[in-house]
């Protein structure tokens, strides 16, 4: 009889020891399922949000994290309305002013990179009309020259800000707006020549600059 009730227990134990081991493995990948997760990666960003804020002394953000086309996180921090402490969300907009400037940038290097276009090349190629005030910079101009803000124009912001103007207009009256340094001669920040560089895209690239691969620079290629 004893023999019996150990031989049972051995097998008891044995099969509480297997289910343990097959607990443990389903603990340990569900664990190493959830480390993977997008919200696991990215925790401690709400620290990150909560430090910058202070940092920076705003009184909300918004944060979205785009991973293969996909947005994975999205949060807002914060007040969109201090005083009535109504809270940022993801729908709440910002400003995005000259953040699109990046955008433009790594949409002309795309181009570059399929061959379509060359930092270096004069402007002219891609856009015979395109004059400045300026003979030299005119003829000699470049998309680096105009990413640098280097051809010797001054912001001249009143043109185009709160203005009617579209793209095309602000592009065709740059001849009229005078330099106030020489051409490459001193870094002079200038929201025109940045404004010019969607049509250079769009003269040399098959695809509209508006959508080259997955760049969302929809803000770059339309004038509000």
């Known amino acids: 009889m004893l023999v019996v009730w150990l031989f049972v227990l051995s097998l008891g134990t044995h099969a509480f020891a297997q ?19 997008p919200a696991a990666k990215l925790q401690g960003l709400d620290d990150v ?7 920076w002394k705003v009184p909300g953000v918004a944060i979205a994290v785009v991973q293969d086309g996909k ?3 999205a949060k807002g921090y914060g007040y969109r309305d201090l005083e009535q402490k109504l809270p940022v969300t993801t ?9 699109t ?22 402007v002219r190629s891609y856009l015979p009309e395109f004059q400045m005030n300026d003979p ?3 003829e000699q101009a470049t998309p680096r020259d105009l990413f640098s803000h280097r051809t010797g124009l001054p912001r001249h912001d009143l043109v185009w800000y709160s203005s009617d103007f579209t793209r ?12 106030n340094k020489g051409f490459r001669s001193a870094y002079q920040y200038n929201n025109l020549t940045i404004m010019t560089m969607p049509g250079l895209g769009r003269q040399h690239s ?19």
Request: proline share 5%; with cysteine; aromatic share 6%.
């Open 91 to 99: 729908s709440t907009l910002f400003p995005i002013g000259s953040i």
């Open 19 to 37: 289910t343990q081991a097959q607990t443990g493995k389903k603990a340990a990948a569900s664990a190493s399922t959830a480390a993977a997760t």
């Open 49 to 55: 949000a909560d430090q910058a804020m202070k940092q």
């Open 101 to 122: 400037k990046s955008f433009t940038a790594l949409t002309f290097a795309i181009l570059k990179n399929e061959g379509k276009v060359d930092w270096d090349k004069p």
């Open 71 to 73: 947005v994975i996180y």
């Open 136 to 138: 030299v910079a005119s």
């Open 168 to 179: 095309d207009d602000l592009v065709g009256r740059l001849h009229e707006l005078k330099p």
């Open 206 to 224: 098959p695809k509209d600059f508006c959508s080259v691969g997955n760049v969302p620079v929809e803000l770059i290629c339309h004038r509000h």
